[in-house]
């Protein structure tokens, strides 16, 4: 405690020979004390007022306890902000940290292994896919491993028209999007890619076994970033013009 809020010769008190006297006494110097510490009225009790009547009602007692829950659930709250802010740090460290494996690739297979496999881990999904709309028939070379080739339409489909990317907290059956791991997926992240001017839309899907593991109401920057990023290191492997 600082010089103000110590007892009077408390280094000369033992342990039982602080009395309430004496706390009184320091309290009457020292009244702005729940000012400086509002946390104490969370644990303080209030006292009983004598009742006019058996029908008068203590507000004051109630207004005080009801202040006391208003503070814990207010103490409460900060320390779920807190909690999110150290999770959302801890996801924006990984992103970047996903970025520049991406960069590290040797060649558009290993960028390709990267997002796909490499990613899982550091993601902290189970599956992560690559799908690009097409006729399955002209698109055989491409459709292998993590990347998959969806009938036209299918990413409007599952986002809506125009939307860049969707957090489903239950995913549903979408074995066109994850082969032979559809039946473990439970949640997942969806972001558009975009590769340039007369290719066909594609679709970044990030899978977890946890429903739940991504929520509607979780932002999307990071993964719009992320996805931002993977399409460009695509177009640049391709040699594909932007515009």
């Known amino acids: 405690m600082s010089a103000p809020d110590r007892l009077p010769a408390a280094a000369n008190l033992g342990a039982g020979e602080l009395d309430e006297a004496r706390v009184i006494a320091w309290l009457k110097q020292h009244p702005d004390l729940l000012v400086r510490h509002p946390e104490l009225c969370a644990v303080l009790l209030p006292p009983e007022r004598e009742p ?21 659930r207010a ?14 740090m801890s996801i924006t460290a990984r992103v970047h940290e996903a970025v520049l494996m991406l960069m590290e690739a040797a060649s558009f297979e290993h960028l390709v292994h990267i997002a796909t496999q490499d990613w899982t881990d550091l993601l902290d999904v189970d599956v992560i896919s690559l799908c690009v709309e097409g006729d399955p028939r002209q698109m055989l070379g491409l459709a292998s491993g993590s990347v998959y080739v ?18 489903r907290a ?12 559809a039946d473990l997926v439970q949640s997942d992240a969806l972001a558009r890619l975009h590769f340039g001017p007369g290719t066909p839309p594609a679709l970044l899907a990030l899978g977890s ?34 515009q």
């Open 209 to 242: 076994r946890d429903k739940g593991k991504f929520e509607p109401e979780h932002g999307t920057e990071l993964l719009n970033f992320l996805a931002g990023v993977l399409e460009r290191s695509i177009r640049a492997w391709l040699n594909l013009p932007r």
């Open 150 to 167: 969806l009938p036209p339409g299918s990413i409007d489909d599952l986002l809506g028209f125009a939307v860049p990317s969707l957090l």
């Open 75 to 88: 103490n409460q709250v900060g320390v779920a902000l807190i909690d999110a802010g150290r999770q959302n």
């Open 170 to 181: 239950e995913s549903g059956v979408a074995p066109g999007i994850y082969g032979p791991a």
């Open 52 to 72: 006019v009547a058996d029908n008068v009602t203590d507000l004051q007692r109630i207004m005080v306890q009801r202040l006391q829950g208003q503070l814990a």
